[in-house]
């Protein structure tokens, strides 16, 4: 039985250069990672500010839908500024990936306090579930419905303030009443409704 030799991983460097701005990165600690991208801090060498990375390999961009679907991402993310939502900073590319510069949310995301804690008590519930419908709100008021809300997805800053991340199955609605008939997000978090259709 012959196997297949295993393609090559391309290896993110520890440096990586921006050479649009000329800023250069270093790469640190693994934050984790999603459907083709990976999160890392990676720190200004000149600031010495810290951001998280969300790094893409361009193997995963060889089909033109998924070079649309980044391009979306990119375009909508740098296009919101709300106090809920994570702040977008720049993006740039070199030959083997994009590179998405964000705001470090350095108490993870409410997956992680969930697995921590267990439970949430009232007033911290609601603190919580303010934030997001807040920056959902806020969403919508830009045309923007998010498609994969979850608690992996809702970042926590330094001040335990939620930060709705990850908008790569974001999509924009053109016009009122406008709907997108994708089926799209994390399956155990899709609503009933959508699956059967009738939502």
Known sequence: MSSRPKE???RIPDVIYDNKTNKKYQKGNFLGKGGFAKCY???DLK???IFAGKIVSKKYLLKHNQKDKMTQEIHIHKMLKHTNIVTFHSFFEDNDFVYIVLELCRKRSMMELHKR??????PETRYYVFQILEGTLYLHNQGIIHRDLKLGNLFLNDEMEVKIG???LAARIEYDGQRKKTLCGTPNYIAPEILSKTG
Do not use: A, P, Q, Y
Request: net charge negative.
């Open 8 to 10: 090559e991983e391309v």
């Open 41 to 43: 801090e990676i720190v």
């Open 47 to 49: 600031t010495k500010e």
């Open 117 to 122: 804690r267990k439970t949430l008590t009232e």
């Open 166 to 168: 990850d908008l790569g």
